[in-house]
């Protein structure tokens, strides 16, 4: 009999346990439409393609927080980054046409080099948490930009190469 008693609690604990564990999973879930569901409230012309809007004031999710360009190109940096940018990338972008990712031409009048290096760096993370992202995944497709674990110098040597592109 106790030992009926004692396995009847360890049972229902048992249960409300994984249902805790449900709950917060549902929760989760729950924040993560209302996430998208304000996203979209704060883009009303949602018709605009992610890679055509603007948003300049999102820096994305990843290593890189805050990021300043100089004024000036650096001539040097930007052929150091054209390199890598041959070698890694152009598998999938076209400098000036949409191929299987979008074109980086002019993609720091559209992003903060802040988003374009996290972008870079932290794609498989941004492509889940980041609202821009998520529909940039979304419009090319479900196809999502590879991480070509480039170190933060190398991907600041192709940000400056992008600065080139018009
Ligand atoms: C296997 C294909 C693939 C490779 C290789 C790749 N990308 Fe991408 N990239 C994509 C796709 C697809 C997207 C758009 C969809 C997405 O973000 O998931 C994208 C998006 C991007 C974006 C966002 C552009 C925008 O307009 O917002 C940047 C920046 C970018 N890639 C840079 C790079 C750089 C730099 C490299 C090389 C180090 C690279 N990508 C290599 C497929 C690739």
Redesign the pocket.
Known sequence: MKLTIKFISILSLLIAFSCGEKEKKESYSLENGNAVEETKKAEPVSSVKA?ERIDLTNKGVGPVKSLTLPAEIDPALVLQGQD??NK??T???KPNEKF???P?AG?LE??TPEW?MN??LN?EVM?VQDP??KD??M??NG????N?N?TEDQ?RA?LEYFRTLK
Do not use: K, N, T
Request: hydrophobic share 60%; net charge positive.
């Open positions: 890679s890598i940018y890694m990338c598998a999938c972008h299987i990712g979008p980086p993609v559209r992003r374009v972008m870079i794609p492509i821009l992202a940039l995944l419009e090319f196809a999502p930009m590879a070509q480039l991907a192709i």
